[in-house]
């Protein structure tokens, strides 16, 4: 606990230093600066290669933080009261008065919300007197990271401070949820739909349509080992990894399994970590079994289709 202490400390200093630090969240490790600092922020996107016109996720602590920045209204409220903290975001209207950088939003007057759950993060953002810009803690486009090995895999020592708060629950990136106008789903993650549209029977989630608001995670190409991705495999060729959903009985070097038994959770929290081992293991082809598409599911295809297009 005292080592905790002693690193939130140490990661309170550089935020407020200005400088861009990775932090542990229960979906993923996030590159984290103050939001309401543009030089900070600015560094977000530089360190991740990432356009201008991508706009990041801001992390808060508090109701009462978020009320400073943003416009709430009752379906956020439904949504805060059932899932916060946790693996949901929301796109609110941004108040005039909100001191967040405008690189943030790329100008916009919305702005990605959420409250992450990790313990850790949770104690770091009630010490500071801002919210946090955290995209993910990877290069734009690459696999996210679910350990403070990824993240140093990704930046090396080109990022100065890593809070160590073990593996990603979750695995995979918040739900996105925008709520100016009709509620919609606009990004499937680790709070499954169903128990939304439980909640919130108006929500729409329609992925045909162009989504007009301009949120993360949304680009064709995302998530990717940056290999090629064979998608709803029965079987491997020889030179391929295969990636399964559970163990079999005959067994192969080539063969990467995300869970024991088909728990969908445990393929989402394995998911990103077995695309790093494969890429680290010099696989230059990926074949994958086909995943079903229910529950977290959705999500884990989604994050799957995403990593397999060509750029």
């Known amino acids: 606990m005292k080592k905790n202490d002693s690193n939130i400390k140490k990661a309170i200093k550089y935020l407020k230093n200005n400088e861009c630090i990775a932090i ?58 059932k899932f916060c903290p946790g693996p949901i975001s929301f796109v609110l209207k941004l108040k005039k008065t909100s001191k967040i950088s405008k690189l943030v939003t790329n100008n916009s007057n919305s702005i990605a919300v959420r409250f992450p759950s990790h313990q850790l993060t949770r104690k770091l ?56 106008g009709k509620p919609q789903i606009l990004r499937l993650g680790g709070i499954e739909s169903k128990t939304i549209y439980k909640l919130i029977s108006s929500i729409k989630h329609d992925f045909k349509k162009k989504i007009k608001v301009k949120v993360p995670g949304t680009n064709k190409l995302h998530y990717s080992p940056g290999i090629p991705m064979r998608l709803n495999a029965k079987k491997n ?60 599911g959705e999500a884990i295809n989604d994050r799957i289709l995403r990593a397999s297009k060509n750029e």
């Not at 007197?129 to 990704?154: C, G, L, M, Y």
């Open 24 to 81: 542990p969240t229960e979906t993923v490790y996030g590159l984290a600066a103050n939001a309401y600092s543009h030089k900070a922020v600015s560094r977000i996107f530089k360190l991740k290669k990432r356009p201008k016109n991508n706009p990041l996720i801001v992390h808060y602590y508090s109701l009462s933080d978020l009320k400073k920045d943003c416009e709430i209204n009752n379906t956020f409220f439904k949504l805060f009261k």
């Open 125 to 180: 953002l009630k010490k500071i007197n801002f919210p946090v810009a955290a995209p993910s803690a990877n290069i734009s486009t690459s696999i996210s990271p679910v350990s403070k090995q990824d993240v140093i895999d990704e930046f090396g020592d080109k990022l100065k401070f890593i809070l160590d708060g073990g593996t990603s629950k979750v695995g995979l990136e918040s739900t996105i949820v925008n709520l100016i």
């Open 237 to 296: 060729f020889y030179d391929e990894a295969f990636i399964l959903i559970k163990k079999r009985k005959n067994l192969s070097k080539n063969y990467f399994y995300l869970s024991k038994k088909s728990n969908l959770k445990e393929v989402a929290k394995n998911l990103y970590k077995t695309l790093r081992k494969i890429k680290k293991k010099g696989y230059k082809k990926i074949a994958i079994e086909r995943i079903p598409n229910i529950n977290i």
